[in-house]
């Protein structure tokens, strides 16, 4: 499966950054194209500000927009858009078109809230769980962002048949401001603590493509992007978009520039790997119950 | 914490590897000490014959020699026994002595069948479940070789209030018979595989550091050991004995040869980071049902 990960900046307005994902898409021949999370648009959700839902006012017609982008390039297209379901009621949501046709949705389920990262001002949870996606190149287990920090999603993408892993993300270090380095934001900043972060993400998802023998795909914006409210300087997202095999083997991986990260994988893999590394077989399930709460001391 | 991980070979009978054990003991001033998967022995299940059973006649007796090394040594000590607990049931026990006291044992939960590693044959799965060990150094999530490639168990002993997650492990390549290479074990036996196995070993148990936020030990044997029964050739046990940060980030890692790895580790370092990456805040528990299942689609 020819598979590629359009990893790129904010363009100073939607229009201008759909063009760039447009040209991107044009300059691949793969058969699944990956964008990365909330890809029309800047990372709004370094404030709080209720202008910023204005941007899902549009999501009909965004749908429409890209599922005419798969039927024009005949691709699998995984996206990742800014869902008005009611007032008062948005999502952070992954459609999934397949050669023109609406393939299904992922609504995000894992909603981070940390300085920079305010998107439980914006995001309802999801409530349609984790549920694969058919496509033409097989069962897609798409999820978001925040979610690749839980091994419980992906096993239950896993448990449920899907051959991959998938993650839009918008991910990056806070940029510290010239005039006043506070100690959190001057901790962070450090190269080694840069590094440490950097490599947390990616490892973690390694876990993940290990322990449920199937590949990941994670596809990260880069550039760096001021926070409007002016109360943080900004966020560098630092890109690294990559592939890993099924046993967490690199396939491909990205730096921190605009690029599309071509890469062949194969789905059938990790299906022989699972015969000798049988992870599955033995789960304790019995005694998993603690996994259902939110903690088991108090 | 200082700790110690004590990464061996197995010196042609019990008694001489636990002089050897003894004497690595004996060279640190750590106050955690800990010893890979079933110390005292070689890794006896390469095959399946009942003879093997006799070295869990003496458990009782390996349980206060034990403890008597940590009275001495006025240590933590976590130690890897075949527990005799009736005729027809054994386990893969870790003991867990601190300074001459017995704290608990962790019966090995998810019990590994595969070519050269039957543990099926020798050990009932644990019925204990996951629960964490109190001692004078933490509360320690000890686990068992196998358990390593199980998200589900790291959670539960996280959410269960573990500080450091503990994997006493016996792991390696096989070793291709030299008259007689089968498919699995050339392919299996080329440098890139071989580097891809012990990556996705270490990577797995990063993972779990990294979704937990607290570190991560992992003592593996080394030394090659032949299959007594003839029929494989044997297993030669890759070391690489570990101990990562709450991020993940190496904080120490050993060789392939027999050694002692001393290292200090910070138990409070994943607390703070835990304020800023709050993963066990957003675990989405109404919607992890499937994690109870065997199989979630049939």
Redesign the interface.
């Known amino acids: 499966m020819k598979t590629a990960l359009i990893q790129q900046k904010y363009h100073s307005s939607k229009q201008k950054t759909i063009e760039k994902t447009l040209q991107m898409i044009d300059n691949t021949d793969a058969q699944l194209v990956v964008l990365q999370e909330l890809h029309q648009t800047e990372y709004f959700c370094q404030s709080e500000d209720t202008k910023f839902f204005d941007y899902a006012n549009d999501y009909q017609k965004d749908i429409e927009f890209w599922q005419n982008v798969s039927k024009r390039k005949n691709i699998v297209l995984v996206t990742s858009l800014f869902e008005k379901r009611a007032d008062g009621i948005y999502h952070n949501t992954a459609y999934v078109f397949d050669k023109g046709v609406l393939a299904g949705k992922y609504r995000k389920?894992?909603?981070?809230d940390?300085?920079g990262f305010y998107e439980k001002f914006y995001f309802t949870?999801g409530d349609i769980?984790?549920e694969p996606i058919d496509t033409s190149v097989g069962r897609l287990g798409v999820l978001v962002c925040?979610d690749q920090?839980?091994?419980?999603a992906?096993?239950?993408m896993a448990?449920?048949?899907a051959e991959v892993l998938i993650y839009p993300t918008a991910i990056g270090w806070l940029e510290c401001p010239k005039d006043r380095l506070d100690e959190?934001c001057e901790k962070e900043n450090t190269p080694q603590e840069r590094q440490?972060?950097l490599?947390?993400w990616i490892?973690?998802q390694?876990?993940?493509a290990?322990?449920n023998t199937i590949p990941v795909i994670s596809v990260n914006r880069v550039g760096s992007e001021k926070d409007s409210s002016g109360v943080l300087e900004g966020i560098k997202f630092w890109g690294n978009s990559f592939v890993v095999g099924a046993?967490?083997?690199f396939l491909a991986r990205g730096g921190m520039e605009e690029e599309i990260i071509e890469v062949e994988i194969d789905l059938q893999a990790g299906k022989e790997i699972r015969k000798?590394?049988?992870?599955?077989r033995?789960?304790?399930?019995e005694?998993?119950?603690?996994?259902?709460?939110?903690?088991?001391?108090c």
Chains 1, 2 share one sequence.
């Open positions: 389920m894992h909603i981070p940390d300085p949870i769980g984790f925040w920090w839980y091994p419980e992906a096993r239950i448990l449920k048949g959190l440490k972060m490599d947390a490892n973690v390694r876990g993940h290990i322990a046993q967490g083997e000798i590394w049988p992870f599955l033995d789960r304790r399930i005694s998993y119950e603690c996994l259902l709460k939110r903690y088991c001391r």
